[in-house]
């Protein structure tokens, strides 16, 4: 691995603190732990973070995700170990991951009302914006 670029923690302490406190709100979110977990994981794994990928298994690993589940993340669409919600919520991350290229149509957003508030909607949304940060400065910044 490389070494770190710019110790962005310290350079922009005010900024990366804002990263901090939405995470923390997240945290408390009615959409749960496993499930942000488990969409931070795949945002990770769509942006090639591998610092992130290994932060998020472990997270998973230890709140009881089985292993065989985190092996077919990638392949959850065609996998029998996702509930329809947590589907739901990984095209809504997929759609908004690439956004520039799926400009996040009706087809991933809709099948989100019939699992999600429209508050943990805003909350899931939240979440992929805020890994894909975390993601772009830890691949920037070779961290």
């Not at 310290?10 to 900024?15: Q, V």
């Not at 990770?44 to 973070?49: L, M, R, V």
């Not at 919600?85 to 759609?95: C, D, V």
């Amino acid at each position: 691995m490389n070494t770190l670029r710019l110790p962005y923690q310290t350079l922009s302490p005010d900024a990366y603190r804002g990263l901090g406190l939405t995470k923390t709100a997240l945290d408390k979110s009615s959409l749960g732990k496993p499930l942000i977990e488990l969409v931070y994981l795949r945002v990770s794994q769509i942006n090639g973070c591998a610092f992130c990928l290994e932060m998020h298994a472990a997270a998973l690993r230890a709140g009881g995700v089985p292993n065989a589940k985190l092996d077919s993340l990638a392949g959850w669409r065609v996998s029998a170990l996702f509930s329809e919600r947590e589907k739901a919520a990984l095209a809504w991350t997929e759609s908004l991951v690439a956004v520039a290229t799926t400009h996040a149509p009706d087809e991933d957003f809709e099948p989100l009302k019939a699992h999600f508030s429209d508050a943990e909607i805003s909350d899931l949304s939240f979440a992929i914006a805020l890994m894909s940060a975390f993601n772009r400065l830890a691949i920037g910044m070779r961290q």
